[in-house]
């Protein structure tokens, strides 16, 4: 029946103009297909900033070791690079972590969980810490903040692939600032790579 197969062709090709509209308009498209945890060379996008929630607490001590006796949790290694723009390396770029421990709590009295390294001449840094418990309204994170010498901060936080569920049930929670993670018996290893918004 013609006028069934017009109307067919009416709704294929506006499906196809939003489509190509879509595309062309700023590669929003392309965006949303991007994997997670983009590398530098992906287009090096800065890392996005994200709220610095009700827990950060400062002057930190320096430390990579962020275990401790009587914290309990599995242990994660969390390293990468701190880079550029231009994926130059960032020597002496300061990370600061703080995160919950293993019940879901922020240590507010003391330094648990808490520590800040200074990345090497390749902008590497590494922590030894544990995972954090899930507490009610978030799902698993890390908070870090990251500055090159004398620069402005990036405060942001990282996020567990594996917690699917609580991720998709928290609002804060973005795909590009998940790590990648690997376990080992007991022990898990957390990647990211931070790029900062200078050249
Ligand atoms: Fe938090």
Known sequence: MPEQLNRRDLLLSSACAAAGLSL?????????????????????????????????????PQRADLREAGVGGRPVEL?????????KPVAGALVDLWHADDKGQYDDRGFR???????????????????????P???????VKVQAPNRP???????FPADEQANRRDGLFRRELLMQVTQAN????????FVLDIG
């Open 113 to 135: 969980c808490r520590g800040h390294v200074f990345a090497d001449a390749d902008g590497r840094y590494r922590f030894l810490t544990i995972m954090p418990a899930l507490y």
């Open 79 to 87: 390293s990468g690079q701190v880079l550029s723009r231009s994926c």
């Open 153 to 159: 901060v990036l405060t942001t936080q990282l996020y």
């Open 186 to 193: 007991e022990a898990f290893s957390a990647r990211f790579d």
């Open 24 to 60: 062309g308009a700023d590669g929003a498209a392309a965006q949303a297909t991007l994997p997670p945890t983009p590398s530098c060379a992906d287009g090096a996008a800065a890392t996005q900033a994200q709220t610095e929630g009700p827990f950060f607490k400062p002057r930190s």
């Open 137 to 143: 309204g978030r799902t698993r994170h890390f908070h």
